[in-house]
């Protein structure tokens, strides 16, 4: 373990874990969805039962999750398809950022 | 799987990537726009039903999450649960055919296209 | 286990480092020594003092103790390194060391790990030159400046010590993958205008064995000890193997 902590490990490990936890997230998402498509108040009911703490804490954490998949995604393709120079560990850095300050203005706004 | 095909599945993804990059830009701008003193059912289907762009918005962005999760998912369980055969192949087949086939309902739901 | 080096105990007794060493096969475990705390002292100096000293059936391998021949690369505090360039300074600040042998290759005893995957997949992924020159034919002429050299220009440094090898979680997740030293061995020749076997390189670098699964965790980069960045020579094989496949020569 002492081996991999450095900042491409964590990052790596981040889009790991939150590409994981989206996949498995995504059947979900697009079930509680379809529930408009026999009547908007099936929809309805639902978002009313996940209107409470326990959600939005979750929803707070996929909306984390999914803006680090995003920047982390991003700084892949950035290594990979754009000419290499040594800025690995600010591309890390500004992916961790982008991640907090996405879950601080849902935060905000929940 | 030959060389080449698990090649493809890498082009697939990082090209479905760069669709989900944006993809997912506007829908972070959206969850959060629309959280503003909470979500309701009719807020949301007011949004989004009739309306051409977003049908074809989250048309695009559904597929392409078909195409990005299930290869993802093929990488994990290689590396972490040892799961390296056909079967592995053809579970991620499956997992993007259900991802297609579920994402598509909710987006004819939410867009009012089949009512 | 205390007899001191002839004339290198100063007049006071040294600070002593507490050393853990593998000993044994996969299954071995680690042993304890004391060795004599010295300034500008090397991890490579530290095991050689042992052996030479405390135990002479430990076993290890070095050859050139300058940072050129790549074998006396060793598992120090959790991390692979070059012994012979790796100050203790520099990784024992609390005055302990723990060395074992290189991660992600099989133990032959002690700290000698079993590097023949490691250089059989140098092999696998076509790090061999093959060129269509013969001795009668003029010297190629390769500009320095020009763009195929300028990439290669650090990956050809590489020594083949194993470090990037043993960092790296990708080798450890999935057996068949070639590793990073194999993979930029390769980039330097699909870099290099003389050789004649492109094609062939790219088909046995690409796949779920070859360079699709680098996940970028930058191991590699982080530990070479030249500094070198096999993530970097992936990255080039990565989008050449993707270009080949799209054009349907792959």
Known sequence: ?110 | ?115 | MSRREKGAAPPSDPPQLLVRVWRGHADGEFQPFEVPRHATQTVLDVVMHIQRSLDATLAYRYACRVGMCGSCAMTVNGVPRWTCRTHVDKVAGDGRLEIAPLSNLPVIRDLVADMREFFDKWARSRGRFDGGNTRHDEFARVAPASTERQQVESGIECIGCGVCYSACDSVAWNPDYLGPAALLRAWTLVNDVRDTAGLERLRAVSGDAGCASCHTHLSCTERCPKQLSPTAGIAGLKRAVALAALKGTL
């Open chain 1, 1 to 110: 373990m002492r081996g991999r902590n450095h900042p491409g490990w964590w990052a790596f490990l981040v889009h790991r874990i939150s590409g994981i936890a989206l996949a498995l997230f995504l059947p979900l998402h697009f079930w509680a969805l379809g529930q408009a498509l026999e009547a908007a108040a099936k929809l309805e009911a639902f978002l009313r039962w996940t209107d409470q703490p326990l959600f939005h804490i979750g929803m707070w954490g996929l909306v984390v999750l999914l803006a680090a998949h995003l920047a982390g995604g991003l700084r892949v393709l950035a290594l990979e398809f754009l000419p290499w120079r040594d800025w690995h560990k600010t591309l890390a850095a500004v992916a961790a950022a982008f991640a907090l300050a996405a879950g601080l203005a849902f935060a905000l706004a929940l």
């Open chain 2, 1 to 115: 799987m030959s060389p080449r095909s698990q090649t493809l599945l890498w082009v697939a993804q990082r090209a479905s990537a760069v669709v989900l990059a944006l993809c997912v830009v506007v829908h972070l701008a959206t969850i959060i726009y629309a959280m503003r003193g909470g979500i309701s059912a009719a807020e949301i289907l007011g949004r989004t039903r009739g309306n051409p762009g977003w049908l074809a918005f989250y048309s695009l962005f559904v597929l392409a999450c078909a195409v990005h999760a299930p290869i993802g998912l093929r990488t994990v369980l290689r590396e972490w649960a040892a799961w390296r055969g056909r079967g592995c192949d053809a579970a991620m087949w499956l997992f993007a055919a259900l991802l297609a086939w579920a994402g598509m309902r909710a987006v004819l739901a939410v867009t009012g296209a089949l009512t």
